[in-house]
């Protein structure tokens, strides 16, 4: 089993603020009354964020230090991979993956996995450090250093991930992050 960085950085974590709160409010058409999944949430930084913005906000993430962190009276928590979602078709009305797809080993598989439990007419946010920036590259080759496994993709790679008949995909990018949405047709 591979060690986990983020278990151990999970207290810190926890603490730091989410700054992108209205850009993914717009991205992700926000508030919405139904189910928000925020797939590899870990500690529920940014789920507290829209807390107010959903009717149920639901945190995915495979590591259980960075699960422990979040507020359990808040949110429906799930210890699992995104590669393997343990929700039923169509669970969510949207789908927010935040700083979190560069960390993920099978990522098509996780496309998958979030375009199957995304309800007709549901969109998903992907928010990413954008690899075409200099400054990610340098973040890039740090988590390499650290042996984090991560593989950063540019938003037209993200898409790809999601070539399915019927998706529709936008990219929005500002300062060094990219947001890739993702939306699934009635």
Aim: hydrophobic fraction near 45%; charged fraction near 20%; glycine fraction near 6%.
């Amino acid at each position: 089993m591979p060690f986990d960085h983020f278990g151990l950085i999970a207290p810190i974590f926890s603490r730091v603020e989410y700054s992108s709160l209205e850009t993914l409010l717009e991205q992700a058409d926000l508030p919405t009354q139904g189910r928000v999944l925020d797939a590899g949430g870990g500690t529920g930084r940014v789920a507290n964020t829209i807390r107010e913005h959903a009717g149920e906000v639901v945190i995915a993430d495979p590591s259980l230090g960075m699960l422990r962190e979040a507020d359990q009276t808040q949110f429906g928590l799930t210890c699992s991979n995104s590669e393997a979602l343990p929700f039923p078709n169509a669970s969510f009305e949207r789908i927010i993956m935040v700083d979190a797809l560069h960390h993920v080993i099978h990522q098509g598989q996780t496309a998958r996995e979030m375009y199957r439990v995304l309800k007709p007419g549901g969109r998903i946010v992907i928010e990413e450090p954008d690899i075409r920036s200099i400054y990610v590259k340098l973040i890039a080759v740090a988590e390499k250093m650290l042996l984090m496994r991560s593989h950063f993709l540019a938003p037209s790679k993200i898409v790809g991930l999601f070539s399915f008949d019927s998706a529709i995909t936008s990219i929005y990018a500002a300062d060094h992050n990219a947001w890739v949405v993702i939306e699934k047709p009635e």
